[in-house]
Structure formats: structure tokens, C-alpha cells
């Protein structure tokens, strides 16, 4: 962030959208579209929350 004292948001939030992490079983990274979106490919899963339990119901593009 080039050592600034005052660190801005914005500034912060490119960093972030413009690193490629390496997550715990695949590498994520983020479009360069004004939307950022996330491009880990089968990285998104579902859960479903009742009664304080979280019911993990698969990966977000198999599950029906």
C-alpha cells in the first residue's frame, strides 16, 4: 500500500481485487469487471440454515 499513514478504503479494496490467493483447495481470484466477482470455478457451495444448524447441501452448480 506504499507505507501511506492514511490508508483509504478504496485503495485497500483494489489490493484485495487485484491478488490471486491460493485458498485452502484452490487458487481464487477476482473478475476485472466494475462487478469483481469471484472466478474460483466449483468454489461456491450452498448451505442451508434451520434451527442454528448449517445443513451443507453440496456445490453451488450441482446442487438441485
Excluded at 26 to 48: T, V, W
Amino acid at each position: 500500500m506504499g507505507g501511506d499513514a492514511e490508508i483509504k478504503p478504496g485503495r485497500v479494496a483494489e489490493c484485495v481485487f487485484r491478488t490471486r490467493y491460493d485458498g485452502v483447495a484452490r487458487p481464487i481470484s477476482f473478475s476485472m469487471d466494475p462487478c469483481h466477482g469471484l472466478k474460483a470455478e466449483n468454489a461456491s457451495f450452498l448451505y442451508q440454515a434451520r434451527d442454528e444448524i448449517f445443513l451443507f447441501l453440496g456445490r453451488y452448480d450441482k446442487v438441485r
